[in-house]
């Protein structure tokens, strides 16, 4: 879903100076490359840190999808129709296929899928903030499509433009099968607001208060502390800043809330008419950092219920492979 | 775990429709062809994307080297000729 934590870290993986003559001439064309507007493909050459920079950036964006799917499927077997479970089933569906999507772009660039998951697993690896918080309510998953994958949609669709291009392609995939789960969400909350009880009103507004501000900082750090953010711009990686993006989604779901009946948790929010936007209130960054670092309301229990998954699911991973070994042999014979 | 052994990559190709191609649409971790193609029937097709689906191994794939690229594709570059539009006709004819 999205991939906050890269700008988090210090830049770790700072371009050598000392380098020769080939690979001056190699990253010069790679640079003209990306000034033209070209895209790069698993086997041209690239700088070791754009390497590494990707590897980071899509395999948190497919753990991110692959977590996501914990805090909706919490929800499935409570949905309050047959409608709308087949619709959250479809989602939680999509989640995985698009978690699938993005680790097989990561791939491309040389990093196998077990030492994805393994970085996963260990907790070595960021997936978004987002993820950690609880679903408490039926509500949360008609705020989490408006809201969570709102906010998703306005980061990943310039994605769909980065110069890596299996990374783009996936995107646009991605972007092209999300647009349902925004629009699910919108639609199950504008049901309850319009026919719902006061009590299942009330519910929705809760839930919007609890999401609001985990929303807007799935945007990341602002501009100034995001230090990795302008070599991946430079890259075409990242085509637009993380303030930039907050604000588009800002400005787009104030008239949503209004359409909806909802009240968004800000005293602060207002329409800016020299700046053509709204004005919001201040983030508070050290809950976000301390989400991030893995201390929010559900870090333990998210990795834990991935953690688990896969390792129940170990004996199906080694009946199939003993299946298809003995099949070969067979062949053989 | 006791074995790291990865299932094998496929890539997927897919015919969206009666009559088109089968064109390449991403790739996937299976343990053997029958499922790599169920897997990809998930994985790629779940709005009705296709009528048909390929998988092969990505190993056994055998690609042009991204290096060579210049030599191999750039002499078709001015061979202009090779196309109907380098041909000027009178206005009467055109359309051929």
């Known amino acids: 879903m999205y991939t906050q934590a ?26 003209a490359r990306i000034d033209a507007g070209d895209f790069i493909e698993a086997k041209d050459w690239m700088p070791e840190h754009y390497r590494k920079t990707l590897v980071r950036q899509i395999s948190q964006h497919a753990h991110s999808e692959i977590v996501g ?29 698009h978690g699938l999507y993005l680790y097989a772009a990561a791939e491309t660039l040389g990093t196998s899928r077990d030492q994805l998951f393994d970085a996963l697993h260990s907790g070595r690896a960021k997936y978004s903030s987002i993820f950690n918080y609880p679903t408490l309510t039926w509500a949360d998953m008609g705020t989490i499509g408006w809201l969570v994958d709102g906010a998703a949609i306005m ?23 999300e647009s349902f789960h925004q629009r699910q969400g919108f639609e199950a909350l504008l049901t309850m607001m319009t026919h719902g009880t006061e009590a299942q009103k009330a519910m929705v507004q809760d839930a919007v208060n609890r999401w609001w501000w ?20 430079r890259w075409g990686i990242k085509r637009v800043s993380n303030d930039e993006l907050r604000q588009r989604f800002i400005d787009a779901t104030v008239d949503q809330a209004k359409l909806l009946g909802v009240t968004l948790p800000d005293p602060d929010l207002k329409w800016n008419e020299a700046r053509q936007s709204h004005d919001f209130g201040a983030i508070d960054w050290s809950e976000f950092k301390r989400v991030l670092a893995g201390d929010g309301p559900c870090n333990r229990e998210r990795l834990a219920a991935r953690v688990k998954a896969w390792d129940d699911g170990a004996w199906v991973r080694e009946a199939a492979t003993a299946h298809a070994n003995k099949q070969t042999m067979k062949e053989a014979a | 775990m006791s074995d790291r052994t990865e299932w094998p990559l ?87």
């Open chain 1, 6 to 31: 890269m700008d988090t870290r210090a830049a770790d993986e700072a371009p050598k100076s000392l380098r020769s003559a080939e690979e001056v001439q190699l990253q010069e064309r790679f640079d």
């Open chain 1, 69 to 97: 799917m914990l805090p909706e499927g919490n929800w499935i077997s409570r949905a309050p129709t047959l409608k709308r479970k087949a619709i959250l089933l479809a989602k939680v569906q999509d989640e995985g296929g």
């Open chain 1, 155 to 177: 980061n990943q669709v310039p994605i769909c433009r980065c110069s890596y291009a299996p990374y783009a392609r996936a995107m646009i995939r991605i972007c092209r099968e």
């Open chain 1, 214 to 233: 985990p929303s807007i900082m799935m945007f990341g750090p602002p501009d100034d502390a995001s230090p990795n953010s302008a070599q991946s711009m």
């Open chain 2, 10 to 96: 496929w890539e997927v190709f897919v015919r969206s429709k009666a009559g088109l191609d089968h064109k390449h649409c991403g790739s996937l971790h299976a343990a053997d062809p029958k499922l790599a193609i169920q897997m990809a029937r998930d994985v790629y097709t779940r709005r009705q994307e296709g009528v048909s689906i390929w998988v092969v191994r990505s190993d056994q794939i055998v690609a042009s080297d991204p290096g060579d690229k210049a030599m191999y594709f750039d002499p078709a570059e001015d061979k202009v000729y090779r196309h109907p539009t380098f041909y000027e006709l009178p206005k009467s004819v055109d359309h051929m």
